[in-house]
Nanobody
């Protein structure tokens, strides 16, 4: 089993910052990619950023360098530093983890957290 728990969401004013955290637990197998997705009201879930491992990061183009993803493998935790937040960033942010070998025991490789609400408003 792989469980992901997000934290760090909340209400922030435009231009402010938040740091999201996601801790993984319950996985006997190594985690491949970790990342973040988000879903705004009335919209589909969209990819935000992923980090396959130390040193490699990928971001949605529209973020324009405002977000920074990082990862601590020892803690099995992924972070998302969100700076210069805009109202359009308002969404539920979901943690993601890819665990390839989990297919053997769970029948799946993609795992998701429950989500944490980020609201950017004045």
């Amino acid at each position: 089993q792989v469980q992901l728990v997000e934290s760090g969401g909340g209400l922030v004013q435009p231009g402010g910052s938040l740091r999201l955290s996601c801790a993984a637990s319950g996985s006997r197998f190594s985690i491949d990619t970790m990342g973040w997705y988000r879903q705004a009201p009335g919209k589909e879930r969209e990819w935000v950023a992923t980090i396959p491992g130390p040193g490699t990061t990928r971001y949605m183009d529209s973020l324009k360098g405002r977000f920074i993803i990082s990862r601590d493998n020892a803690k099995k935790t992924v972070y998302l530093q969100m700076n210069s937040l805009k109202p359009e960033d308002t969404a539920v942010y979901y943690c993601y983890a890819r665990v390839p070998l989990a297919i053997v025991t769970t029948g799946r490789v993609d795992f998701w957290g429950q989500g944490t609400q980020v609201t950017v408003s004045s």
